[in-house]
C-alpha cells in the first residue's frame, strides 16, 4: 500500500522517539583472536514535506504523528553461567568467568501492522557477542512453542541481533572454531540466551498496542574511533571525501509511542562501535558499554512522565568492523609510549603484542570498568538528549507497509556481476594471516617466532586440531589476495568449522529499512551496503510517495561470519580483511543478495524469495569438554552464606564497600529474571527494601574456588557507592542468594546476610 500520510490533527502536544600443524595449534588456542571478531551514514534528521506544510497542524507543534502501527517491547534476562566458563569476544582460552557486574538482557521490538496480524516483525537485541544459527533456531522453536497465537512469527520476520558484547560467557555458538577456546559447547549457557530471549518475544507480544513510531539522528563525537585506519586509507579519497569521519559518528534512535496516552514504550538506537571497553583480562559478566548505555537511559526515563512502566531502551550495533572505544588512540606498552605503527599497528619490537588501544579511563587499573562506564555514558547522553528533543526535531515513520525478507544463501562460488558487468564469486570461509594477529582492542597472544613453548592444553583442540585442512587450489585462488591461515570453510569434521551459509535478511516499516547484517561491516563497507539498499529502494518505490528511504544497518545478526569490508579495504588485509570470510567480493555480494529481496518489500508485494539451502545445526553434534559442578561444601564450624568478612561499620558515598561469604557454584542456579547480590537498605520503620541488584553496574559478584578437591568457594560482593550514582546515606546490609549441591541430593537455595552498616 502506498503512503497514507496520517494526519491526525491531534492537539496533544506530542510527547514524542594457525605450515606446522603443531604452531597452528599455539595459533588458535592461545588467540583466536576471532573476538574482535563486528546506519546509516550521518543523514541529518528531516521532516517530510508533508509535515512541514500540513495545513491540518492547528496548534505550534513541529513534529506530527505518523501512522499508526502496532508497537510491543519486552526485556528479559539471558544471564548465563557467570563463572567456570570461557567468555565470548576475545576468543581468549585464560578469560575465564569469575563472577557477575551486570545481568544481560534480551530486548524485543515487535513492529506490525494494525489488523493484520500477518504484517510483523520482530527486532531483538541480545546482550551477546552476536546472533548464532543454533540460538536463533532456538528462539524459533520456543516462540512457536508459545501457541497459536505466536504462529506469525518465524524464519522471515525475526531479527536476532547482538550487541556484540566481548564480556559475556560463551560456549553457546553452533560452530566449531569459536567453541574452540571454550572447550565445546555447553547447554546451559545457550539455553540462558534462549529462553531468556523467548520470555523477551512473549512479553513484547503481550504488550501489544497501538502507537507510533518517529525517529531522529545525533552524532556522537567521542565515543568512537577507526581501530584500521590504514585499510581505510585504501577507499578511493573521492569516496573518503563524502564522509567527515572515517568512522560513523551518527547514532539513530527509534522511538515507540503508544496512542493511548502518548506516553513512550521505548525507543531502538544503532552506534557503531566495539563493545571492547573491558578488556580481554576483566572476567566479570556484563553488557560492556552498550550495557551500560541502555541501563542508564533505562534508569533515566524512570518516574517521568513521557516514559511507560516498562520503558526499554535498546542499544544496538551497527557497522563496527573497524570501530574501537578507545578513543585515545593506540599506543606502545613497551616502555616507549609512541602511537602503534599505522600500518601494522605493531611497536618498536615488529609485534603486536605491546599494541593497546586506550580508553578515556585507561590510567585507571580497572580492566576497563571505567573506561566502559564513560564509553556507555557518552552513548547514553547523546540518545537521551536527541530523545529530548524528538517532539520537535523528528521523522514520523510513515506508510502502513509491514514486511521483511530472509533467506538462506551458500556463500561458497556464488556468482554474480559487479556493477562494471564483470563476474566475481565469492569463496568458501576462511580466515587469513592477521587474523592471528588481533588488534589493538586485543592483540594477538601468539607469536610465531617464540614456537610452542608454554602450549595450552586444550582437550578439544587434541580432538580436533588433525583434522585442519590445507586449502584447495581454488580455494587459494578463490581467496587472494588473502593467504589462507584456517580454511574453515572447507572443514567439516567433526561437524562445520564457520558458516558457508548465510542469513540475508531485511525488514521494513514504512520508510524505515533495516538491513539485517551476519558480518561486522567495517565503516565504508557499511557505507555502501546502505547507500546501495536506499537508491535500490528509491527505485523500487518502497517508502510512500515523497518519502525519502532511510536505511540503517543492524547486526552482527542470526549467523556470526565474522567481518567484512570493502574490495579496497580487503587488498590490505589487515585483520578486519583476514577475517572477511568469504573473498574479496564479499560486499558487492551482500549488496547484490540484499537487493534480490527487496521487491518483496513492496507494497502489495506477495510471495517471498526462495528460502535457500539450511545451514547445519549442531546443537546435538557439538562437542563438550566443560565438566559440570560436582560439588560444594563449607569448612567444618561454617555454613553456606555465613559472613567471613563484614563491611566496616560506616563508609563515605564514593567507597567499595565489600563482604564475603561462605559461597556455592553459582552454575547450581542461574537466578534468572532474580539476583545474586543485593543491597537492602533500612527504613524509618526498621523495614528493609532492596536498591541494588545483580542488574546495577555498582554491585559486582565476585566467586572464588577456595578448595577444588573439597569443593569450598567463596564469595564477594563488591557495592561501588557513589552520590552520582543516586546512593542516598542511610543504613544498609548486603544478602548473598546462593544455590548448593550436595554430593548426592538436590540442589539447595540459601541467603546470606551481612551486619549493618551506615553510608554518609
Ligand atoms: C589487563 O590488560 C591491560 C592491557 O591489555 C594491562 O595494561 C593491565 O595491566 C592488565 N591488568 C591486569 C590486572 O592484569
Ligand atoms: C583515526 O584514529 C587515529 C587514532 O588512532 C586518529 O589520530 C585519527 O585522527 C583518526 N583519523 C580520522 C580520519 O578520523
Ligand atoms: C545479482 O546477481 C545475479 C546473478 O547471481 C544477477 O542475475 C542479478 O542481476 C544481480 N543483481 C543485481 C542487482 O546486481
Ligand atoms: C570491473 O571492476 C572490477 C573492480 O573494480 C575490476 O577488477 C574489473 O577489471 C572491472 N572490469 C571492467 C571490464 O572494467
Ligand atoms: C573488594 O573485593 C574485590 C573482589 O574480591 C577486590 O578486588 C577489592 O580489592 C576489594 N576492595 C576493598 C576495598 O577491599
Same mark, same amino acid.
Given at each position: 500500500?502506498?503512503?497514507?500520510?496520517?494526519?491526525?490533527?491531534?492537539?496533544?502536544?506530542?510527547?514524542?522517539?594457525?605450515?606446522?600443524?603443531?604452531?597452528?595449534?599455539?595459533?588458535?588456542?592461545?588467540?583466536?583472536?576471532?573476538?574482535?571478531?563486528?546506519?546509516?551514514?550521518?543523514?541529518?534528521?528531516?521532516?517530510?514535506?508533508?509535515?512541514?506544510?500540513?495545513?491540518?497542524?492547528?496548534?505550534?507543534?513541529?513534529?506530527?504523528?505518523?501512522?499508526?502501527? #502496532?508497537?510491543?517491547?519486552?526485556?528479559?534476562?539471558?544471564?548465563?553461567? !557467570?563463572?567456570?566458563?570461557?567468555?565470548? +569476544?576475545?576468543?581468549?582460552?585464560?578469560?575465564?568467568?569469575?563472577? #557477575?557486574?551486570?545481568?544481560?538482557?534480551?530486548?524485543?521490538?515487535?513492529?506490525?501492522?494494525? +489488523?493484520?496480524?500477518?504484517?510483523?516483525?520482530?527486532?531483538?537485541?541480545?546482550?551477546?557477542?552476536?546472533?548464532?544459527?543454533?540460538?536463533?533456531?532456538?528462539?524459533?522453536?520456543?516462540?512457536?512453542?508459545?501457541?497459536?497465537?505466536?504462529?506469525?512469527?518465524?524464519?522471515?520476520?525475526?531479527?536476532?541481533?547482538?550487541?556484540?558484547?566481548?564480556?559475556?560467557?560463551?560456549?553457546?555458538?553452533?560452530?566449531?572454531?569459536?567453541?574452540?577456546?571454550? @572447550? +565445546?559447547?555447553?547447554?546451559?549457557?545457550?539455553?540462558?540466551?534462549?529462553?531468556?530471549?523467548?520470555?523477551? !518475544?512473549?512479553?513484547?507480544?503481550?504488550?501489544?498496542?497501538?502507537?507510533?513510531?518517529?525517529?531522529?539522528?545525533?552524532?556522537?563525537?567521542?565515543?568512537?574511533?577507526? =581501530?584500521?585506519?590504514?585499510?581505510?586509507?585504501?577507499?578511493?579519497?573521492?569516496?573518503?571525501?563524502?564522509?567527515?569521519?572515517?568512522?560513523?559518528?551518527?547514532?539513530?534512535?527509534?522511538?515507540?509511542?503508544?496512542?493511548?496516552? @502518548?506516553?513512550?514504550?521505548?525507543?531502538?538506537?544503532?552506534?557503531?562501535?566495539?563493545?571492547?571497553?573491558?578488556?580481554?583480562?576483566?572476567?566479570?559478566?556484563?553488557?560492556?558499554?552498550?550495557?551500560?548505555?541502555?541501563?542508564?537511559?533505562?534508569?533515566?526515563?524512570?518516574?517521568?512522565? =513521557?516514559?511507560?512502566?516498562?520503558?526499554?531502551?535498546?542499544?544496538?550495533?551497527?557497522?563496527?568492523?573497524?570501530?574501537?572505544?578507545?578513543?585515545?588512540?593506540?599506543?606502545?606498552?613497551?616502555?616507549?609510549?609512541?602511537?602503534?605503527?599505522?600500518?601494522?599497528?605493531?611497536?618498536?619490537?615488529?609485534?603486536?603484542?605491546?599494541?593497546?588501544?586506550?580508553?578515556?579511563?585507561?590510567?585507571?587499573?580497572?580492566?576497563?570498568?571505567?573506561?566502559?562506564?564513560?564509553?556507555?555514558?557518552?552513548?547514553?547522553?547523546?540518545?537521551?538528549? @536527541?530523545?529530548?528533543?524528538?517532539?520537535?526535531?523528528?521523522?514520523?515513520?510513515?506508510?502502513?507497509?509491514?514486511?521483511?525478507?530472509?533467506?538462506?544463501?551458500?556463500?561458497?562460488?556464488?556468482?554474480?556481476?559487479?556493477?562494471?558487468?564483470?563476474?566475481?564469486?565469492?569463496?568458501?570461509?576462511?580466515?587469513?594471516?592477521?587474523?592471528?594477529?588481533?588488534?589493538?582492542?586485543?592483540?594477538?597472544?601468539?607469536?610465531?617466532?617464540?614456537?610452542?613453548?608454554?602450549?595450552?592444553?586444550?582437550?578439544?583442540?587434541?580432538? !580436533?586440531?588433525? @583434522?585442519?585442512?590445507?586449502?584447495?587450489?581454488?580455494?587459494?585462488?578463490?581467496?587472494?589476495?588473502?593467504?589462507?591461515?584456517?580454511?574453515?570453510?572447507?572443514?567439516?569434521?567433526?561437524?562445520?568449522?564457520?558458516?558457508?551459509?548465510?542469513?540475508?535478511?531485511?525488514?521494513?516499516?514504512?520508510?524505515?529499512?533495516?538491513?539485517?547484517?551476519?558480518?561486522?561491516?567495517?565503516?565504508?563497507?557499511?557505507?555502501?551496503?546502505?547507500?546501495?539498499?536506499?537508491?535500490?529502494?528509491?527505485?523500487?518505490?518502497?517508502?510512500?510517495?515523497?518519502?525519502?528511504?532511510?536505511?540503517?544497518?543492524?547486526?552482527?545478526?542470526?549467523?556470526?561470519?565474522?567481518?567484512?569490508?570493502?574490495?579496497?579495504?580487503?587488498?590490505?588485509?589487515?585483520?578486519?580483511?583476514?577475517?572477511?570470510?568469504?573473498?574479496?567480493?564479499?560486499?558487492?555480494?551482500?549488496?547484490?543478495?540484499?537487493? =534480490?529481496?527487496?521487491?518483496?518489500?513492496?507494497?502489495?508485494?506477495?510471495?517471498?524469495?526462495?528460502?535457500?539451502?539450511?545451514?547445519?545445526?549442531?546443537?546435538?553434534?557439538?562437542?563438550?569438554?566443560?565438566?559440570?559442578?560436582?560439588?560444594?561444601?563449607?569448612?567444618?564450624?561454617?555454613?553456606?552464606?555465613?559472613?567471613?568478612?563484614?563491611?566496616?561499620?560506616?563508609?563515605?558515598?564514593?567507597?567499595? !564497600?565489600?563482604?564475603?561469604?561462605?559461597?556455592?557454584?553459582?552454575?547450581?542456579?542461574?537466578?534468572?529474571?532474580?539476583?545474586?547480590?543485593?543491597?537492602?537498605?533500612?527504613?524509618?520503620?526498621?523495614?528493609?527494601?532492596?536498591?541494588?541488584?545483580?542488574?546495577?553496574?555498582?554491585?559486582?559478584?565476585?566467586?572464588?574456588?577456595?578448595?577444588?578437591?573439597?569443593?569450598?568457594?567463596?564469595?564477594?560482593?563488591?557495592?561501588?557507592?557513589?552520590?552520582?550514582? +543516586?546512593?542516598?546515606?542511610?543504613?544498609?546490609?548486603?544478602?548473598?542468594?546462593?544455590?548448593?549441591?550436595?554430593?548426592?541430593?538436590?540442589?539447595?537455595?540459601?541467603?546470606?546476610?551481612?551486619?549493618?552498616?551506615?553510608?554518609?
Amino acid at each position: 500500500m502506498p503512503s497514507k500520510h496520517c494526519s491526525r490533527g491531534s492537539s496533544t502536544s506530542r510527547s514524542s522517539a594457525t605450515t606446522a600443524v603443531s604452531a597452528l595449534f599455539l595459533f588458535i588456542c592461545t588467540l583466536l583472536a576471532f573476538a574482535q571478531l563486528g546506519a546509516a551514514s550521518p543523514q541529518p534528521s528531516r521532516k517530510n514535506a508533508e509535515q512541514r506544510d500540513s495545513p491540518l497542524l492547528t496548534k505550534p507543534r513541529a513534529a506530527k504523528l505518523g501512522d499508526k502501527y #502496532l508497537i510491543g517491547i519486552g526485556k528479559a534476562d539471558i544471564t548465563g553461567p !557467570v563463572v567456570e566458563i570461557n567468555m565470548a +569476544g576475545y576468543a581468549s582460552s585464560d578469560q575465564v568467568g569469575t563472577g #557477575l557486574r551486570q545481568r544481560l538482557y534480551s530486548r524485543a521490538f515487535i513492529i506490525g501492522e494494525v +489488523g493484520n496480524p500477518q504484517s510483523r516483525f520482530i527486532y531483538l537485541v541480545l546482550d551477546t557477542q552476536s546472533g548464532d544459527t543454533a540460538v536463533r533456531n532456538g528462539i524459533l522453536e520456543g516462540v512457536a512453542a508459545l501457541g497459536s497465537g505466536y504462529s506469525m512469527y518465524g524464519r522471515s520476520n525475526v531479527a536476532v541481533t547482538g550487541t556484540h558484547s566481548h564480556s559475556g560467557p560463551g560456549a553457546w555458538f553452533n560452530y566449531l572454531l569459536p567453541q574452540i577456546t571454550s @572447550l +565445546g559447547f555447553d547447554k546451559q549457557s545457550y539455553q540462558a540466551i534462549v529462553d531468556g530471549a523467548i520470555l523477551s !518475544v512473549k512479553r513484547a507480544h503481550e504488550s501489544l498496542q497501538e502507537g507510533y513510531l518517529d525517529f531522529g539522528t545525533t552524532s556522537i563525537s567521542d565515543a568512537n574511533l577507526n =581501530r584500521s585506519l590504514f585499510a581505510y586509507l585504501a577507499n578511493l579519497a573521492s569516496e573518503r571525501a563524502q564522509y567527515s569521519d572515517s568512522v560513523d559518528k551518527t547514532l539513530t534512535l527509534l522511538r515507540f509511542q503508544r496512542a493511548s496516552d @502518548l506516553k513512550n514504550i521505548g525507543v531502538l538506537t544503532w552506534f557503531a562501535v566495539h563493545p571492547t571497553s573491558m578488556l580481554g583480562n576483566n572476567t566479570h559478566i556484563s553488557g560492556d558499554n552498550k550495557g551500560v548505555a541502555a541501563y542508564l537511559f533505562e534508569q533515566a526515563v524512570k518516574g517521568d512522565s =513521557r516514559a511507560a512502566d516498562g520503558f526499554v531502551a535498546g542499544f544496538s550495533q551497527a557497522n563496527v568492523g573497524d570501530t574501537t572505544p578507545n578513543v585515545l588512540g593506540a599506543y606502545c606498552d613497551d616502555g616507549s609510549s609512541q602511537m602503534c605503527s599505522l600500518e601494522t599497528s605493531t611497536c618498536a619490537d615488529g609485534k603486536s603484542q605491546s599494541c593497546h588501544g586506550r580508553g578515556p579511563e585507561f590510567r585507571k587499573l580497572d580492566l576497563g570498568v571505567s573506561s566502559c562506564f564513560e564509553i556507555g555514558r557518552r552513548q547514553f547522553a547523546g540518545a537521551k538528549s @536527541l530523545y529530548d528533543s524528538l517532539d520537535s526535531t523528528s521523522t514520523a515513520v510513515v506508510g502502513s507497509t509491514i514486511k521483511s525478507f530472509h533467506y538462506f544463501q551458500d556463500m561458497q562460488y556464488y556468482k554474480f556481476p559487479l556493477d562494471n558487468g564483470t563476474i566475481v564469486q565469492t569463496c568458501p570461509a576462511a580466515l587469513g594471516y592477521s587474523f592471528a594477529a588481533g588488534t589493538s582492542d586485543g592483540p594477538g597472544a601468539f607469536d610465531f617466532t617464540q614456537g610452542d613453548s608454554g602450549a595450552p592444553n586444550n582437550p578439544l583442540w587434541s580432538v !580436533v586440531s588433525g @583434522l585442519l585442512k590445507t586449502p584447495s587450489a581454488d580455494q587459494v585462488a578463490c581467496q587472494a589476495p588473502k593467504p589462507v591461515l584456517l580454511d574453515v570453510g572447507e572443514m567439516s569434521a567433526p561437524y562445520a568449522w564457520s558458516p558457508n551459509i548465510v542469513d540475508i535478511q531485511t525488514l521494513r516499516v514504512g520508510q524505515f529499512i533495516i538491513i539485517v547484517s551476519p558480518v561486522e561491516a567495517s565503516t565504508m563497507a557499511g557505507r555502501r551496503w546502505r547507500n546501495a539498499v536506499k537508491a535500490a529502494a528509491s527505485k523500487l518505490a518502497l517508502a510512500p510517495t515523497g518519502v525519502e528511504p532511510f536505511v540503517i544497518l543492524g547486526g552482527p545478526a542470526n549467523t556470526y561470519a565474522h567481518y567484512l569490508v570493502t574490495p579496497e579495504e580487503y587488498a590490505i588485509q589487515r585483520y578486519e580483511g583476514a577475517s572477511t570470510l568469504y573473498g574479496p567480493w564479499e560486499l558487492p555480494a551482500f549488496v547484490n543478495l540484499t537487493l =534480490r529481496g527487496l521487491p518483496f518489500l513492496a507494497p502489495g508485494a506477495t510471495g517471498a524469495p526462495a528460502p535457500g539451502p539450511t545451514p547445519p545445526d549442531n546443537r546435538k553434534s557439538s562437542l563438550s569438554f566443560i565438566t559440570g559442578v560436582v560439588v560444594d561444601s563449607v569448612p567444618i564450624g561454617s555454613g553456606f552464606g555465613q559472613v567471613t568478612a563484614q563491611p566496616k561499620a560506616s563508609y563515605a558515598r564514593g567507597a567499595v !564497600v565489600n563482604a564475603t561469604f561462605v559461597g556455592a557454584n553459582p552454575r547450581n542456579n542461574l537466578r534468572l529474571e532474580s539476583t545474586y547480590a543485593a543491597v537492602e537498605r533500612k527504613g524509618s520503620d526498621g523495614s528493609w527494601t532492596q536498591v541494588r541488584s545483580d542488574a546495577d553496574w555498582s554491585l559486582v559478584y565476585t566467586w572464588t574456588r577456595t578448595n577444588f578437591v573439597l569443593g569450598y568457594s567463596s564469595v564477594t560482593i563488591s557495592w561501588e557507592t557513589g552520590a552520582d550514582r +543516586g546512593d542516598v546515606a542511610g543504613t544498609y546490609r548486603i544478602r548473598y542468594n546462593g544455590d548448593s549441591k550436595p554430593l548426592i541430593g538436590s540442589i539447595k537455595a540459601f541467603t546470606g546476610v551481612t551486619g549493618e552498616f551506615t553510608l554518609v
